[in-house]
């Protein structure tokens, strides 16, 4: 019943689908791991406190973590404040093409390390 569906996955087309699993993957991960060491789970106010060491250092952290904290936060005003759905699908689509991106970096990083 299925078997006619495979034919026309391309292999871009599931590798894509595994960068955007990986990148929302990597994103709850390091908003978890974040959490588990700190007493509140990772804002993009990391990037307004502290000294600018510390500004600098969160730049990693919140380059793969921000699908996570959008999805988040979006979540979380659609249920305390009443948005719109309408901000909620641009504000997925937005954690979904950036958890792509990110996805894809560590799985172009993957092999690389995995081809030497």
């Known amino acids: 019943m299925f078997d006619s569906a495979w034919p026309a996955i391309s292999p871009d087309t599931i590798q894509s689908f595994f960068s955007l699993a990986i990148g929302f ?9 974040y959490r588990l060491f700190a ?3 990772p804002s993009f106010r990391l990037l307004e406190v502290g000294p600018t060491a510390a500004r600098f250092a969160s ?5 793969f973590a921000a699908p996570f ?3 988040r936060n979006t979540l979380r005003g659609r249920r305390l404040e ?4 309408e901000f909620v699908m641009i504000a997925t689509a937005i954690a979904g093409v950036w958890s792509l991106m990110s996805g894809t ?12």
């Open 82 to 85: 009443g948005r719109r759905a």
């Open 105 to 116: 970096v560590v799985v172009m990083a993957l092999q690389v390390l995995l081809s030497t």
């Open 69 to 71: 904290i959008i999805m």
């Open 59 to 63: 730049i990693p952290l919140l380059m």
């Open 39 to 41: 007493e509140h789970f």
């Open 25 to 33: 993957a990597l994103a709850g991960s390091i908003a978890t791991g």
